[in-house]
């Protein structure tokens, strides 16, 4: 071969190898890559974006998410292969929300994904009408506006309701058979989470129903926190029952913390509280409930339409005790409590 153009051998079907010329290769290979360009495209614009909202930051909720994504990978989508998710953290800045659910709907995501309480969700129902949002709710959904009933949600939300209302009546009574002498017991609430005001009275009911003195006090930041624990040393509260909320989540070590250095001995509203040093919890299993977010972002991806999936609700109640910490607060539980407790943490 020669000239400076006969450089490359190709083969030709029947011919065997045959020289190509500089000129043919590169057009042949400009043919390739246009056409393999489309393909490639394609399947990146065929890729789903999940949105995700949550009032909190990410901190120590990973084992969460991984809740999240068993669920998707029940549906045949794992994260950064087949699906991608983009995360929105508010921080505890509930006032954040809005302008996060609007980046959401801006970078028109698939589905959002707020699989943490009832104020992410109507801020994402606020920023869009057609977009589908799956939300997990502590609130009645009904009764937050979310969705029209539970068997049809109508709209374009639906999702799970994991029962907290209703639930600190039944942890009242819970560290009061504990605690049979306590003359008061405290009660923590976030003034900015939607169910404050329900809890509150729901508390105040089943209180004066048994005669229990009941303080409460409400807590914001951690500044707050370490207020309301110098509140409850100095009316000599004999225990106390945590409300539920992202802001308390975030902030379990310090609660545990202090409830341990002060020696008052408290119910909180999931296990994590106790696997953190907590004395006893009561409430959902928030895995198994982000589990079912999940499952339910995977099937809307499949094309699923969220008036058609009905209100998922949450039935799966634990209660776990630390039995180490109640040797800290040198308590001795009682055997009917040991007997009813989904785990016993040694």
Same mark, same amino acid.
């Given at each position: 071969?020669?000239?400076?153009?006969?450089?490359?051998?190709?083969?030709?079907?029947?011919?065997?190898?045959?020289?190509?010329?500089?000129?043919?290769?590169?057009? /042949?290979? =400009? &043919?390739? @890559?246009?056409?393999?360009?489309? +393909?490639?495209?394609?399947?990146?614009?065929?890729?789903?974006? !999940? #949105?995700?909202?949550?009032?909190?930051?990410?901190?120590?909720?990973?084992?969460?998410?991984?809740?999240?994504?068993?669920?998707?990978?029940?549906?045949?989508?794992?994260?950064?292969?087949?699906?991608?998710?983009?995360?929105?953290?508010?921080?505890?800045?509930?006032?954040?929300?809005?302008?996060?659910?609007?980046?959401?709907?801006?970078?028109?995501?698939?589905?959002?994904?707020?699989?943490?309480?009832?104020?992410?969700?109507?801020?994402?129902?606020?920023?869009?009408?057609?977009?589908?949002?799956?939300?997990?709710?502590?609130?009645?959904?009904?009764?937050?506006?979310?969705?029209?009933?539970?068997?049809?949600?109508?709209?374009?939300?639906?999702?799970?309701?994991? /029962?907290? =209302? &209703?639930? @600190?009546?039944?942890?009242?009574? +819970?560290?009061?058979?504990?605690?049979?002498?306590?003359?008061? !017991? #405290?009660?923590?609430?976030?003034?900015?989470?939607?169910?404050?005001?329900?809890?509150?009275?729901?508390?105040?009911?089943?209180?004066?129903?048994?005669?229990?003195?009941?303080?409460?006090?409400?807590?914001?930041?951690?500044?707050?926190?370490?207020?309301?624990?110098?509140?409850?040393?100095?009316?000599?509260?004999?225990?106390?029952?945590?409300?539920?909320?992202?802001?308390?989540?975030?902030?379990?070590?310090?609660?545990?913390?202090?409830?341990?250095?002060?020696?008052?001995?408290?119910?909180?509203?999931?296990?994590?509280?106790?696997?953190?040093?907590?004395?006893?919890?009561?409430?959902?299993?928030?895995?198994?409930?982000?589990?079912?977010?999940?499952?339910?972002?995977?099937?809307?991806?499949?094309?699923?339409?969220?008036?058609? +999936?009905?209100?998922?609700?949450?039935?799966?109640?634990?209660?776990?005790?630390?039995?180490?910490?109640?040797?800290?607060?040198?308590?001795?539980?009682?055997?009917?409590?040991?007997?009813?407790?989904?785990?016993?943490?040694?």
């Amino acid at each position: 071969m020669q000239g400076a153009d006969l450089l490359y051998l190709a083969r030709d079907p029947g011919l065997g190898v045959r020289p190509m010329r500089r000129r043919e290769f590169i057009t /042949l290979l =400009g &043919g390739v @890559a246009v056409a393999a360009w489309p +393909l490639a495209a394609r399947a990146q614009q065929t890729v789903p974006v !999940i #949105g995700f909202l949550h009032p909190g930051s990410l901190g120590e909720r990973i084992h969460l998410l991984a809740g999240l994504r068993e669920g998707l990978r029940a549906r045949g989508y794992l994260e950064g292969q087949n699906v991608t998710i983009e995360y929105r953290w508010a921080d505890d800045q509930f006032d954040r929300l809005p302008a996060l659910a609007a980046e959401l709907v801006r970078r028109r995501v698939s589905v959002i994904a707020a699989p943490a309480g009832t104020v992410a969700a109507l801020a994402a129902k606020s920023a869009t009408t057609t977009i589908p949002i799956i939300f997990g709710s502590e609130h009645d959904p009904v009764k937050a506006g979310l969705v029209a009933s539970f068997n049809r949600p109508e709209g374009n939300a639906t999702g799970v309701y994991f /029962l907290s =209302g &209703g639930l @600190a009546e039944k942890r009242l009574g +819970l560290i009061r058979e504990l605690l049979p002498r306590a003359d008061l !017991i #405290g009660l923590l609430l976030n003034p900015d989470d939607p169910l404050t005001d329900v809890i509150t009275t729901e508390v105040h009911q089943a209180a004066s129903t048994v005669g229990q003195r009941i303080e409460v006090l409400h807590a914001s930041s951690s500044r707050e926190i370490d207020a309301a624990f110098a509140s409850l040393l100095q009316k000599r509260a004999g225990a106390f029952v945590l409300g539920p909320g992202a802001l308390f989540f975030s902030r379990r070590v310090q609660l545990v913390t202090l409830a341990t250095r002060h020696g008052i001995p408290a119910i909180y509203v999931s296990r994590e509280f106790v696997q953190a040093g907590g004395l006893m919890s009561y409430g959902t299993n928030l895995v198994e409930m982000w589990r079912q977010v999940g499952d339910y972002v995977g099937r809307v991806l499949k094309g699923t339409n969220p008036t058609d +999936l009905p209100v998922i609700q949450s039935t799966k109640l634990e209660f776990v005790i630390n039995v180490q910490t109640a040797r800290t607060f040198d308590l001795e539980i009682p055997p009917s409590l040991l007997a009813r407790a989904d785990e016993v943490i040694e």
